[in-house]
């Protein structure tokens, strides 16, 4: 075993599937509580054995430091989007521990310095402004809707796109912008709001996951989002499927993502990015400095033998040298089998009749059903992917991609039949 430890920053999400991937290494793990993940619905309550940010420790950085140091922490995982500005802060702190470009952080968390950098260094953006307020917006804003253009509003810090929204009209753009700046951001505190402008059909909107080391980067995996737009505007996504990794697409994705992370100032440890592609090429809509949530790694393990959280907890064991460090790593990734998560999803106020994992369970190709709705409890339409989540999900496998279509299908229209509109 190590005499070196790890922390693990809000292990929520897909943060939940490091410590025993770690234990099984004979690593330290220390697992820490943020109130930011508990504010942003990440967690309901505290993480079993987790130390709290807070109540442990009086909400002092100083005083985590020291523990840190104390405790010979070599390395720190951001478990999950509430942890990435206390993990990247960590990471610069802490004695021969990996870190980042300590250049501008906040670019790595907060997106309206994420597109400025990546517009500094050359990588094409999608033209985005940022607002402090509705009284804020910009002409050329309103002047791109009278032309019938559509624009996008989201928080400059955010996740599981809660509160994007497709605007057409001034009043539906003043009210995005309101409903970000006049509340509480996701994780406490206030947040800006971005105006960005559309990605023009057709579009498809792809998720890229990698890991660094050292300054180079690895492709994990890269997936397709299918997802329709609710009538209030918002972004409803149905499921993430999968690609090989010779489908044509993921070549160029991979060497923009390759640029991103550059500009970014990415060194070290996983990375979720969402990137539009079409007639303008590949566009960063979002980043996350951490690995995928909703625990798609797992999912990516067993499709292809690895992902961001593996491959991070196999450099942590070659750093600490409680395993040698691979001399081979796979150039991309290979498929076993066609795979996607269906996120549950409905359009609008309905009350769960309970049941749905069992009947879904014995579906052809459902290999795991995660049913979060509680039985006789209303449920609002969903909004975001946060939303989903909180209903529930479902892993499908297939042979080919037909035969995954079909099984995704079917499963939406058996889940339907548990929700009650009232």
């Known amino acids: ?90 990471r610069a702190d802490l004695p021969d521990c990996p870190a980042n470009d300590p250049t501008l952080p906040m670019r790595r968390w907060d997106k309206q310095h994420m597109f400025e950098a990546l517009a500094a260094a050359g990588v094409p953006t999608l033209a985005t402004r940022a607002v402090a307020n509705r009284d804020e917006v910009p002409a ?18 955010g996740a599981a796109s809660v509160d994007v929204r497709l605007v057409e009209t001034p009043t539906q753009l003043t009210d995005a912008i309101s409903t970000i700046t006049d509340s509480s951001a996701l994780f406490g505190g206030h947040s800006a709001a971005l105006i960005q402008e559309m990605y023009p059909a057709p579009r498809v909107e792809f998720a890229v996951d990698t890991f660094s080391a050292h300054g180079a980067h690895e492709l994990l995996c890269v997936s397709v989002y299918d997802k329709w737009v609710s009538g209030s505007g918002d972004f409803v996504y149905e499921r993430g499927r999968w690609l090989e990794h010779d489908d044509p697409i993921v070549g160029e994705l991979t060497d923009y993502a390759g640029s991103v992370l550059d500009a970014l100032g990415v060194r070290v440890g996983p990375a979720h990015m969402e990137i539009m592609s079409g007639p303008l090429g590949p566009r960063l809509i979002d980043f996350g400095a951490r690995a995928h949530g909703i625990g798609h790694p797992q999912h990516t393990y067993a499709l292809t033998g690895s992902s961001q959280v593996h491959r991070e907890c196999e450099h942590i064991a070659e750093l600490f040298g409680v395993r040698a460090p691979a001399t081979d790593r796979r150039a991309g990734y290979s498929l076993s089998r066609r795979g996607a998560l269906v996120l549950v999803s409905i359009d609008r106020q309905a009350r769960y009749l309970g049941g749905a994992e069992a009947d879904l369970i014995g579906l052809p190709g459902v290999v795991e059903v995660r049913m979060a709705a509680e039985q006789g409890r209303t449920y609002p339409a969903t909004k975001s992917m946060m939303d989903s989540v909180a209903l529930g999900l479902a892993f499908v496998v297939a042979d080919s ?9 079917e499963v939406r229209k058996r889940v339907a039949d548990f929700f009650a509109p009232e």
């Not at 478990?79 to 990435?84: D, F």
């Not at 991609?401 to 299908?409: G, H, M, S």
């Open 401 to 409: 991609a037909d035969e995954l279509d079909f099984r995704c299908t």
């Open 140 to 157: 050329e804003a309103f002047a791109e809707l009278s032309r019938g253009r559509k624009l996008v509003v989201k928080p400059a810090r």
């Open 1 to 90: 075993m190590s005499d070196n430890s790890v922390l693990i920053v809000d292990p929520v999400s897909s943060g939940k599937l490091y410590p025993p991937l770690l234990e099984q290494l004979g690593i330290n793990i220390i697992r820490l509580d943020t109130e930011q993940s508990l504010v942003s619905g990440f967690r309901n309550g505290p993480t079993a054995g987790a130390l709290d940010f807070e109540a442990d420790l009086g909400g002092s950085y100083q005083q985590l430091l020291q523990l840190c140091v104390e405790r010979s922490v070599k390395y720190v995982v951001a478990g999950s989007e509430p942890g990435v500005e206390l993990c990247d802060r960590l």
